[in-house]
């Protein structure tokens, strides 16, 4: 039985997420986000949902990061 090293579990692991589309639909997922929010008409009430809205994507890869760390 064939025993995995890093590199052949990194490359796997890329193309899980190239099959899945994981990527493609975390940007579809903020985008549409995006459009959401940019229709709303209240000028504070935009502003808090960017506000929220940036967090939110900031806070994503920030965990991304610190797992990285890890």
């Known amino acids: 039985m064939e025993?995995?090293?890093d590199e052949q579990r990194k490359i796997d692991l890329l193309e899980w997420f190239l099959e899945n589309d994981f990527f493609n639909k975390?940007?579809?997922y903020y985008m549409k986000k995006f459009e959401i929010?940019?229709?709303i008409q209240d000028i504070n009430e935009k502003r808090e949902e960017f506000l929220k809205f940036q967090f939110e994507i900031l806070k994503e890869f920030d965990g991304m990061s610190?797992?990285?760390l890890i």
């Open 66 to 68: 610190n797992k990285n």
């Open 37 to 39: 929010i940019s229709k």
């Open 3 to 5: 025993q995995y090293n």
């Open 26 to 28: 975390r940007i579809e």
